[in-house]
């Protein structure tokens, strides 16, 4: 099992960026799939998650700027993320578990950077 984020970059407050999370060795579409984040000296914390059920969930700081979304025939999981913060500036991890959204997911991806700054 493989997870690849990808996307990552700098971007002025404002800004907007899409992540990717390429899938090999599992099919997305029958796990729960997501995206955490983490900031130098913080802790990690969850951002978005799409469950089995098809409902997704959102961390609250998102308020609305994220969307995430599934591509089966493609077979990735994408964040677009909009009017991006400095307080956005964190690795962001995409991950996969056989049940349900947690903070512990099964599977985890190598993370991509992103950095919010003028």
């Known amino acids: 099992v493989q997870l690849q984020a990808s996307g990552g970059g700098s971007v002025q407050p404002g800004g907007s960026l899409r992540l990717s999370c390429a899938a090999s060795g599992l099919t997305l579409a029958d796990y729960a799939i997501g995206w955490y984040r983490q900031a130098p000296g913080k802790e990690r914390e969850g951002v978005s998650c799409?469950?089995?059920?098809?409902?997704?969930y959102y961390g609250d700081f998102v308020k609305g700027r994220f969307r995430i979304s599934r591509d089966n025939a493609k077979n990735i999981l994408v964040l677009q993320m909009n009017n991006l913060k400095p307080e956005d500036t964190a690795v962001y991890y995409c991950?996969?578990?056989?049940?349900?959204?947690?903070?512990?997911?099964?599977?985890w991806g190598k993370g991509t950077l992103v950095t919010v700054s003028s």
């Open positions: 991950a996969a578990a056989v049940d349900h959204c947690a903070f512990d997911m099964d599977y």
């Open positions: 799409l469950g089995r059920n098809g409902l997704t």
